[in-house]
């Protein structure tokens, strides 16, 4: 007598069908990402519709201990709009971000091309000093920063004054915008080139390596094969950590706070160090609060016209 296998049972699906015959969907998978939407509400959408709110109040130390705060509509921002010294603050943080972005892109590309032609030991060494580096706290690494452009004890000044540069003897580096500015840029870049160098790298390890045969077999060299297999193949990662680089520079604070305080002058104040100012300094909360807000609409603002700009070229493509 011949035996017949039976059928394999499958499993249910967790889509059950309701009695009218449509689907009913199980709620266990929304219960168990309530915590972290709870979570993230309460740390992130709290404190920013905080700010908002504020930004529409009358908001001195006097509200701050009290309470009562009274609704002061569009005057707050009226006021910051029509301050020449906000657009200056914002033309300064533009340009602070637009340097800091692009150097910080091109390091890290750079990088993460050098480290993938690297051998295995080499490879290991430069990736072990990255990610060492982007672990060093902020704080300390400020700190030092300080401490290698210090006038008399500084190393920057020893390395140059031991190269000719008699000058730079007791040069004060922090008494000057300019060269307080390229410090603030070098630092940030620092900071910043190892988080998007370890992406890119990643990113750069799944391309497929026939691609690059068939292009050396062509006789294309190493930019045109960057220019016509790396980039366009990698476009939403570069464009992603682009982004991510544009919101971290964007919002940097804490360095030239111990730096410069945004000075010397105003020659450092990038909006998150004026608005800062402003409310603590002056206890003008809600001007602080507009200007907190009008920040991250301009973010916004440009993160959408990149988003747009990036697509335009896929749909192009």
């Not at 604070?253 to 105003?266: L, M």
């Amino acid at each position: 007598m011949a035996l017949t296998e039976a059928p394999p049972v499958r499993r249910s699906s967790r889509v059950t069908v309701a009695p009218g015959g449509g689907r009913r969907r199980s709620f266990w998978p929304y219960l168990l990402i309530s915590p972290t939407l709870l979570a993230t509400a309460y740390l992130l959408a709290y404190p920013l519709l905080r700010n908002v709110i504020i930004s529409f109040q009358h908001f001195g130390m006097a509200e701050l201990i009290r309470g009562g705060a009274s609704f002061a509509g569009f005057a707050n921002y009226a006021a910051v709009l029509s301050d020449p010294e906000f657009w200056s603050v914002a033309g300064r943080t533009f340009l602070f971000t637009a340097i800091n972005v692009v150097l910080i892109m091109v390091l890290s590309t750079v990088v993460a091309l050098l480290t993938i032609r690297l051998g295995r030991y080499p490879r290991l060494l430069v990736l072990s000093g990255l990610v060492l580096t982007w672990a060093t706290p902020m704080i300390a690494a400020t700190t030092v920063f300080q401490w290698m452009f210090s006038s008399q004890l500084g190393v920057v000044n020893w390395v140059l004054v031991q190269l000719g540069f008699e000058r730079f003897r007791g040069h004060t580096w922090f008494a000057d915008g300019p060269q307080t500015f390229a410090i603030l840029v070098v630092l940030i870049v620092w900071q910043s080139v190892p988080f998007a160098a370890l992406t890119l790298y990643a990113a750069m390890t799944t391309v497929p390596h026939e691609l690059y045969e068939a292009a050396r077999i062509d006789g294309a060299s190493g930019a045109r094969s960057f220019r016509s297999i790396t980039f366009p193949v990698l476009r939403p990662m570069f464009g992603l950590v682009t982004c991510l680089e544009v919101i971290w520079v964007g919002k940097a604070f804490v360095q030239i706070w111990v730096i410069s305080e945004g000075g010397p002058g105003r020659a450092t104040t990038t909006l998150p160090v004026y608005a800062y100012q402003v409310a603590q300094s002056l206890h003008r909360y809600d001007v602080g609060a507009v200007v907190s807000v009008l920040m991250v609409l301009l973010l916004v603002l440009a993160l959408l016209f990149y988003f747009r700009h990036m697509y335009r070229e896929e749909a192009a493509a």
